[in-house]
């Protein structure tokens, strides 16, 4: 079946650096567009950051965009999401997803378009 792993969570002063990862299983990794959401204690699971297929096309939400990085390696079935200057407002459980109803260059930033999801990863960052 499929598996989507993810890791690298933790706990990290505000200004910190952190990389995530997801491991794919299971699943034509290329044929999926990849992404990641996060849900804050009290809050909806928001859109973060997608990567298309191909990696060709990336989109960041507003919050993120500057601080985070999303990559992929079709190769390994990973996904990476590096995120720099974090803030206390960072602070969720980090969920990888896949969609695989998609072309080449489509990336969603709505969650109901994901058929896969990891378990989540806890990002902590301390003020």
């Known amino acids: 079946q499929v598996q989507l792993v993810e890791s690298g969570g933790g706990l990290v002063q505000t200004g910190g650096s952190l990389r995530l990862s997801c491991a794919a299983s299971?699943?034509?990794?290329?044929?999926?567009?990849m992404g990641w959401f996060r849900q804050a204690p009290g809050k909806e699971r928001e859109f973060v950051a997608v990567i298309s297929r191909n990696g060709v096309i990336i989109r960041y939400a507003e919050a993120v965009k500057g601080r985070f990085t999303i990559s992929r390696d079709n190769a390994e079935n990973t996904m990476s999401l590096q995120m720099n200057s974090l803030k206390p407002e960072d602070t969720a459980v980090y969920y990888c997803?896949?969609?695989?109803?998609?072309?080449?260059?489509?990336?969603?930033?709505?969650?109901?378009?994901?058929?896969?999801w990891g378990q989540g990863t806890q990002v902590t960052v301390s003020s």
């Open positions: 997803a896949a969609d695989s109803q998609v072309g080449s260059y489509s990336t969603s930033y709505d969650a109901s378009s994901y058929d896969y």
């Open positions: 299971g699943l034509i990794f290329s044929r999926n567009a």
